[in-house]
């Protein structure tokens, strides 16, 4: 079955330091997201990403994060000055159409900001 | 007042056992209703989906959306251990893009 993957599994960094996560989504899939899920907290929604800009992102994805798909299979999610309170795991998921049924996603990028 | 409401639980049922999981959202804009399942450190894998009200079955479990009350279901027969997760409900507008989540009911079966 196909499926998202991520890397790396778990990435230590040091405050103020510039961290980038990687995400391959399923190769027919059109629309991109990333989440992210604080320790004992909800799956908080950060952006969606359709035909290569960003289509929806919320009050938690500022200037200090920014979404790229550099070639045909990769989805990042950069931080580019990591804050103690960005320690999360960090979930990629696709789907092949803007799809109201639900996505795949992939098992996450634990981000611990030491 | 929050947009999708989810008792964390833990709830603990012994295995054969029917759960019962549920959820309340605020907004009937909400259209599409889904439940997922994640286990410990590992990213929500889709389990059901409904649109608008109504019931729907797959194997063991049964979602059921209830508009008029603002309510969604899911319902697993003959609950196995490995059911043993975090159930996360989650809503979605028409159109929209980001999908709203409940804060996950934890669930341990019982052999």
């Known amino acids: 079955e196909p499926e998202v993957t991520q890397t790396p599994s778990h990435q230590v960094t040091q405050m103020g330091q510039e961290v980038i996560l990687r995400c391959v989504p399923i190769?027919?899939?059109?629309?991109f997201y990333w989440y992210r899920q604080i320790l004992g907290q909800k799956v908080e929604f950060l952006v969606s990403?359709?035909?290569?800009?960003?289509?929806?992102k919320s009050e938690i994805f500022d200037d200090q994060f920014s979404v790229e798909r550099p070639d045909g299979s990769n989805f990042t999610l950069k931080i580019r000055s990591t804050k103690l309170e960005d320690s999360a795991m960090y979930f990629c998921?696709?789907?092949?159409?803007?799809?109201?049924?639900?996505?795949?996603f992939g098992s996450g990028t634990r981000l611990t900001v030491v | 007042q929050k947009e999708v409401e989810q008792d964390p639980g833990p709830l603990s049922v012994p295995e054969g056992a029917i759960v019962s999981l549920n959820c309340t959202y605020s907004?009937?804009?909400?259209?599409?209703f889904m439940w997922y399942r994640q286990y410990s450190r590992k990213g929500p894998e889709l389990l059901m989906y409904?649109?608008?009200?109504g019931n729907k079955e797959d194997g063991r479990f049964t979602a059921q959306v209830d508009k008029s009350s603002k309510y969604i279901s899911l319902f697993i027969r003959d609950s196995q251990p490995s059911d043993s997760a975090t159930y996360l409900c989650?809503?979605?507008?028409?159109?929209?893009?980001?999908?709203?989540f409940g804060a996950g009911t934890r669930l341990f079966v019982k052999a």
């Open positions: 998921a696709s789907t092949g159409d803007n799809s109201n049924y639900g996505y795949t």
């Open positions: 190769s027919n899939h059109l629309y």
């Open positions: 990403f359709y035909n290569n800009e960003i289509s929806e």
């Open positions: 907004n009937s804009a909400f259209q599409y």
């Open positions: 409904t649109y608008s009200s």
């Open positions: 989650a809503i979605r507008n028409t159109g929209g893009f980001k999908t709203i």
